[in-house]
């Protein structure tokens, strides 16, 4: 199993353009999470899925569209990039061990750096 | 909402002695609280959790403690070793739905330094 994958692992945007980050889960977790993390601010919540055709905003969503494409993928869209988006964004997953138990952990991607100029 | 608090920041100890990070809670409804280690450029990964029906739980040189009263828990490091350095991250969480994941607010993060 792959766990969970993250594309790209690196990207430089000029403010203004727009970017898709995509995330995928092969662990057939029902919930996804996208999270931005800068220096000494921890991990902070930008939007999640608690399950498949739902979606709920996080502590810092403004600027971010999320889209939960199917069980495994979960997008995060930056329409218009801003400098103050330069961040490391990880996406994580969680949910059941597949025998009905509740199961907290969440496992993470690699992250992507992005970078905006 | 859930606010995590945690401290100290910065944390320096010399190999072989023990290690505290304490965090504290708002939201009385919180029931899980794991912890996540964080190396240099990687990505988080939880090493220890405790669930609110439990004060304690030991995991070789790691445990944590927890007060539900207070709303406050703490990871305990013993006998450190140069690889634990790294970046420790508490969070709380309450669960959704039965099979779904629970939504964590994370602490702002502490950064271990071990000496050797």
């Known amino acids: 199993n792959a766990g969970v994958t993250q594309t790209p692992k690196f990207q430089v945007l000029k403010t203004g353009q727009s970017m898709t980050l995509q995330c995928a889960q092969d662990?057939?977790?029902?919930?996804m999470y996208w999270y931005r993390q800068d220096p000494g601010m921890g991990l902070r919540l930008i939007y999640y899925?608690?399950?498949?055709?739902?979606?709920d905003k996080g502590e810092v969503p403004n600027g971010y569209n999320v889209s939960r494409l199917n069980k495994r993928e979960f997008s995060l869209r930056l329409e218009s990039a801003a400098p103050s988006q330069t961040s490391v964004y990880f996406c994580?997953?969680?949910?059941?061990?597949?025998?009905?138990?509740?199961?907290?952990?969440?496992?993470f991607g690699p992250g992507t750096r992005l970078t905006v100029l | 909402g859930e606010n995590v608090e945690q401290h100290p920041s910065t944390l320096s100890v010399q190999e072989g002695d023990s290690a505290v990070i304490k965090c504290t809670y708002s939201?009385?409804?919180?029931?899980?609280f794991p912890w996540y280690k964080q190396e240099l450029g990687k990505r988080p990964q939880l090493i220890i959790d405790?669930?609110?029906?439990?004060g304690e739980k030991k995991d070789q040189r790691i445990a944590v403690t927890l007060n539900k009263t207070a709303k406050h828990f703490s990871l305990h490091i013993t006998e450190t070793q140069p690889e634990d350095s790294a970046v420790y991250f508490c969070?709380?969480?309450?669960?959704?739905?039965?099979?779904?994941?629970?939504?964590?607010?994370f602490g702002q993060g502490t950064e271990l330094s071990v000496k050797p």
């Open positions: 994580a997953s969680s949910g059941t061990s597949g025998k009905g138990l509740l199961y907290n952990e969440q496992f």
């Open positions: 662990m057939n977790h029902n919930s």
């Open positions: 939201d009385s409804a919180s029931n899980y």
């Open positions: 969070a709380a969480t309450t669960p959704l739905n039965y099979n779904q994941g629970g939504k964590l607010i």
């Open positions: 899925s608690a399950s498949e055709g739902t979606t």
């Open positions: 405790i669930r609110s029906n439990v």
